[in-house]
Each structure stands twice: as structure tokens, then as C-alpha cells.
């Protein structure tokens, strides 16, 4: 069973990049299809990005497109996420997230979780 720990998240101007990262371990990362998910205070779970297993096809958020970019290096077991251009409205706790059968946009098919990091960005 693999186990998903994302670090990078932080306090940022708004304008700012961060980069998050998703490292795998107990499993090897390149048999997962990859998502990164935020949750911002009082609102549910959202969909930012999502990543094939080989890195070629991938999925955003309409929020986040042109801004955001989700890639993975599978021999470092590791997936990304640069945030470009950040907003105020991008502060959540984001969380990556992995599962075995196809791309996917939703929260409720992923199987493994990640505990989250914090990203704020300051108007």
C-alpha cells in the first residue's frame, strides 16, 4: 500500500510560485494515476490537477489553468505541483492523491491520500 507525503506549501505574496511535492512510498509510483486536490476552510474538496502514469496526458482545474503545472519524475517516486501566479482564492490545504484505473477529476475515486500542506497567499 503505498503512503503519499506532500511538502512546499507555505506563506506567499499573491503573484508568488510555490512548487508542492508528492513522495511515494511502500509502492511504486509509476502504477498510479496521480491527483493534487485543495481544501480550502468551510468548503469541500476540489479538483486541481491529475496526471497520467506516464506524465503524458493531464487535467486541470479550470482555476488553475494556465497557473498551475502537475508533472512526475517516477524514478525519484515523486509528483509535482508548480503554482504559478497565485491568488488569495488559491489558499487551501492541498493534497495529492493516487489510484490505480484512469486519469480522474473527482475526489471520491481516488484510493490513496496524502495528510496535506498548507499553502496561503497573502493579498
Known amino acids: 500500500q503505498v503512503q503519499l507525503a506532500e511538502s512546499g506549501g507555505g506563506l506567499v505574496q499573491a503573484g508568488g510560485s510555490l512548487r508542492l511535492s508528492c513522495a511515494a512510498s511502500g509502492g511504486t509510483l509509476s502504477t498510479y494515476y496521480m491527483g493534487w486536490f485543495r481544501q480550502a476552510p468551510g468548503k469541500g474538496r476540489e479538483f486541481v490537477a491529475a496526471i497520467n502514469r506516464r506524465g503524458g496526458d493531464t487535467r486541470y482545474a479550470d482555476s488553475v489553468k494556465g497557473r498551475f503545472t502537475i508533472s512526475r519524475d517516477n524514478a525519484k517516486n515523486t509528483v509535482y505541483l508548480q503554482m504559478n501566479s497565485l491568488k488569495p482564492e488559491d489558499t487551501a490545504v492541498y493534497y495529492c492523491?493516487?489510484?490505480?484505473?484512469?486519469?480522474?477529476?473527482?475526489?471520491?475515486?481516488?484510493?490513496?491520500w496524502g495528510q496535506g500542506t498548507q499553502v496561503t497567499v497573502s493579498s
Open positions: 492523491a493516487a489510484r490505480w484505473a484512469g486519469i480522474a477529476t473527482v475526489w471520491e475515486v481516488y484510493n490513496y
